[in-house]
């Protein structure tokens, strides 16, 4: 799971999509009138070099071949992660989702300073349009998110529209495949290629420096105000883990379905029992984690292997399984991990 559906607003009634679809119509009239115009940033291209030969670019997407005809120099990133990778790969966005939320520049202290100059700062959930229409984008990053068709549509009537890939829908896109479609829509497909190179050997060594992770059951789980949960296979926390050898508690993948996760009741917290127990808070403290009797009975976590992320930056880092944020998280929660499991 990715904190989307416990932050975000819920999804707006179609009706309210149309309308907002109409005005951003309406918006990219005006401005089609108005000429070109904006800022200092609004005219600098993307940094880092890309390929001579990469433009036309095309990205593969769940909506079909995105064709980006020449290297844009006005993005907006709303996906997931996609403002961090973008700033990777050397792209300055003039907008970008705020999605945890940071506050700021809307990005964790791993890509602190990246920026040239803050972005313009989009809804997530429920993106305002007609702030996106302002700020004329000539490239709109969308590559983990709902998968919405209608956000989809709204977003490619204003730009060319990178969405999420096939399989991608509720926040499913994985760090790799979000840098490799957000390097092919930039014409770095090679710089791409190296950030996920780089990562991947990080966790190749922190697997092989800890192998008591290897075949150890672990429980990633989160509580909010309504309640606990745990995320299942195919979301970036379960992945994080997989790579370093754990395998996801197989009574929570039993209840797996099309969401990212599955709730579980105070009666039965005993679900989240595994060889270790890791928990973040969302929207409430640690606290109410830790010192929840009900929680404190579990039996992985009556034996002290059990982790309750009190440290946000390490929550959001571990949360955000962006190509930045992943190198981040592996540096905090790999020496906890290890410590737990003495």
């Known amino acids: 799971m990715n904190d989307s559906a416990s932050v975000g607003k819920p999804a707006a009634p179609l009706s309210r999509r149309r309308k907002a679809a109409l005005a951003v119509a309406a918006l990219l009239v005006g401005l089609t009138a108005c000429g070109a115009g904006g800022d200092e940033q609004a005219e600098k291209p ?21 064709t980006i005809d020449e290297a844009p120099k006005r993005i907006v990133a709303l996906g997931w992660g996609d403002a961090e990778t973008a700033l990777a790969l050397g792209a300055q966005p003039v907008g970008a989702s705020d999605w945890l939320p940071f506050g700021g520049e809307g990005v964790g202290p791993w ?14 959930m429920e993106p305002e349009f007609e702030k996106i229409a302002a700020l004329k984008p000539d490239l709109i990053l969308d590559t983990k998110s709902s998968g919405d068709q209608n956000r989809y549509d709204t977003l490619s009537k204003i730009a060319p529209t990178v969405g999420v890939p096939k399989g991608g829908d509720m926040y499913m896109t994985s760090w790799e495949k979000q840098t490799e479609m957000v390097a092919g829509a930039l014409g770095k497909k090679d710089e791409g290629a190296e ?31 309504e309640g606990f949960g745990a995320y299942v296979g195919g979301t970036g926390r379960v992945d994080f883990v997989k790579r370093l050898g ?29 060889d270790l127990t890791v928990m973040a808070p969302i929207g409430i403290s640690a606290k109410e984690i830790s ?10 976590v009556k034996d002290g292997r059990s982790i309750v992320f009190d440290d946000k930056d390490i929550s959001q880092a571990f949360a955000t399984d962006s190509v930045l944020s992943v190198g981040y998280a592996l540096d905090k929660v790999v020496p906890l991990f290890s410590e737990k499991l003495k």
């Open 46 to 66: 993307a940094e880092g070099k890309a390929s001579s030969g990469a433009f036309p670019a095309k990205v593969a997407t769940k909506f079909g071949e995105i």
């Open 111 to 124: 890509a602190e300073g990246m920026y040239d100059k803050k972005p313009e700062l989009i809804g997530t």
């Open 195 to 225: 950030l996920i190179a780089e990562t991947e050997k990080k966790f190749t060594a922190a697997a092989k420096e800890h192998p008591e992770f290897k075949g150890k059951t672990i429980t990633v789980g989160s509580r909010t105000s």
């Open 246 to 274: 754990f395998v996801n508690n197989p009574e929570i993948e039993k209840l797996a379905g099309d969401s990212f996760s599955v709730s579980v009741s105070k009666e039965k917290l005993d679900l989240l029992d595994a």
């Open 291 to 300: 010192d929840d009797p009900l929680y404190k009975a579990v039996p992985s």
